[in-house]
């Protein structure tokens, strides 16, 4: 199962590293406790849209931004799952004749390679990046 709260955390935790900032640091700002703003980010609780604004304002990051960088992020899971799947369900709105990596979302990835391993792991590849993807 794919947990949006997950997802979210792994954002804002990617935000904060790529401008060198502490939790420390961030929670100080967002007026936050730093221990709940680490179980945020470690995807352990569910962030109110509150929380979430004054998260993004203390990493100068807009909603939209950070909604757009989950959302990308939950269309690859999702698609990580599909190919997990021993009977791979076609994607919502593909029209027929179109394959997964031709899923169209508001911030289209054009998906190059989608691999399986036993382990459950499945790695998506893309023209700027590969995800490795734990199916669940």
């Known amino acids: 199962m794919i947990l949006l709260r997950r997802l ?12 060198g900032r502490t939790l420390r640091e961030v929670s100080s700002s ?8 680490s179980e945020v980010e470690r995807g352990q609780k569910e962030a ?3 929380l979430l604004s ?8 807009r909603m939209s931004e950070l909604l757009r960088e989950v959302s990308d992020e ?3 899971a999702e ?13 919502l709105g593909v029209p027929a004749g179109r394959g997964l990596a ?13 691999t399986h391993r036993p382990d459950d792991h499945v790695t998506i590849k893309s023209p700027s990046e590969a995800v490795d993807v734990v199916a669940a």
């Open 8 to 19: 979210l955390g792994d954002v804002l935790r990617r935000q904060r590293q790529r401008q």
């Open 30 to 37: 967002a007026r936050v406790s730093l221990g709940y703003l």
């Open 48 to 50: 109110s849209s509150e």
């Open 54 to 61: 004054a998260i993004c304002d203390a990493l100068d990051l």
């Open 74 to 76: 939950l269309a690859l």
């Open 79 to 91: 698609l990580a799952q599909s190919a997990a799947a021993s009977d791979p369900v076609p994607a």
């Open 102 to 114: 031709e899923r169209t979302m508001l911030n289209p990835v054009r998906v190059t390679s989608v």
